[in-house]
């Protein structure tokens, strides 16, 4: 089977979604009879981050216009010549949904789309009446030829199906890569002077991550263990890549609740320095207010991080084995879930870690997943019975 996957971004500056689509390429090629090819766009850091692909080499080609959109006639030209079997898609409201509506009307062949939490109510609220006039333009139709449209969980496919897409859908989760060891503190870790228990944030600093109510929480969680005398127990570490503005509106709430000492802002952290921070913090905390699949809470809980987390992170499973602790999205539910987290012991939140650790190994393993993306991209071009991914209601 021959297969090519088409992405807006080949490197870091897709966020989690780079190791979404590059751990699938690579798992995909690990198996029998298989083949992939990977286009995508240039951008400042694909030059880095092209070596991660390995053994696959990825096919790059520049663009031109605003970041949200990515207009390439390179990646265009180049992939509709592509002779693919199927194509799978990783993002939506970019030219990538334009070039791969052209390539499947060019070639008469299927294709699978990966919605990445992109329609989730609060995404579609976002950037509304943009979103309303791609979908008009372009994006609809696009959606509407996929084979099948893969989603991450249950509550994610109800959301394709509020859009009004009657497509097959498949429920896949993303996949997760285990450190060898989980317990070992860094050289960083080690020699760290500030001896609180660190609770860290690791992602997009963007308003759907809803930081600032994070933000109001710690300080009213603060002022609560302050009055226990334990409020130099706990430091909130925010680590993460600047959207539109946002940091520096967080930065100045911190400021004004005279938080400094005890939030540190990390900048955005990769490769070592990302497992760092993962091995030397004591708690991992994602307040979003939407996500298809959080990559950071899966790794968070590869290294066995007890974790805080909303419903609207699509990880239900993680409340169901006791892997983490749910928080509301308002600073009132957020304050007291790290209330609750906080107030269990050493050991007892070591265990909850080590139940994410082994839900994660279970269930998330890349090998498994690429298995299971196969067999969808098998019944899509005709090969038999539906997989039990496979819902068409």
Not at 376 to 387: K, T
Request: aromatic share 10%; charged share 25%; hydrophobic share 40%.
């Amino acid at each position: 089977m021959k297969i090519a996957f088409l992405t807006p971004s080949l490197s870091r500056s897709a966020g989690g979604i780079f190791e979404i689509e590059r751990r699938l390429a690579q798992s995909l090629a690990q198996l029998p009879d298989t083949s992939i090819e990977v286009y995508g766009s240039e951008d400042k850091y694909t030059a880095a981050d092209l070596v991660f692909w390995s053994p696959l080499k990825p096919k790059a080609y520049p663009y031109w216009g605003p970041d949200n959109f990515r207009y390439s006639p390179g990646l265009r030209r180049a992939f509709l010549n592509c002779e693919a079997e199927i194509a799978h898609l990783h993002a939506l409201w970019m030219h990538t949904s334009v070039i791969l509506s052209a390539w499947a009307s060019r070639h008469g062949r299927s294709y699978v789309i990966t919605a990445n939490g992109m329609l989730e109510p609060w995404a579609r609220r976002n950037a509304r009446f943009k979103k309303r006039i791609v979908s008009a333009l372009y994006e609809r139709r696009c959606l509407e030829g996929a084979a099948c449209i893969q989603v991450n969980s249950q509550r994610e496919a109800e959301s394709i199906r509020d859009f009004g897409l009657r497509n097959p859908i498949c429920i896949i989760p993303n996949g997760i890569d285990l450190p060898t060891e989980t317990g070992r503190r860094t050289e960083l870790g080690r020699q760290r002077s500030d001896k609180r228990n660190v609770m860290l944030y690791l992602g997009r600093l963007h308003p759907k991550k809803n930081l600032i109510a994070l933000l109001h929480a710690w300080a009213s969680f603060q002022k609560s263990e302050a009055k226990n005398g334990r409020s130099e127990e706990w430091a909130l570490a925010i680590s993460g890549w600047d959207q539109a503005g946002y940091e520096r509106e967080l930065k100045k709430l911190t400021s004004d609740y005279g938080l400094m000492s005890g939030v540190r802002f990390l900048g955005p952290l990769f490769g070592a320095e990302k497992d760092a921070a993962y091995r030397d913090c004591d708690a991992f905390i994602l307040p979003s207010l939407s996500e298809g699949l959080p990559m950071t809470v899966l790794e968070a809980w590869a290294y066995a991080k007890p974790v805080l987390m909303t419903p609207e992170c699509n990880l239900a499973e993680g409340f169901a084995a006791d892997a983490a602790v749910q928080i509301g999205t308002s600073p009132v539910e957020i304050a007291a879930g790290l209330k609750k987290l906080t107030e269990l012991s050493d050991s007892d939140r070591t265990v909850m870690g080590g139940r994410g650790h082994a839900l994660v190994a279970t269930k998330f393993s890349w090998p498994r997943i690429g298995e299971q993306m196969r067999s969808v991209y098998e019944w899509a071009l005709g090969g038999g019975p539906s997989p039990e991914a496979v819902r068409v209601d």
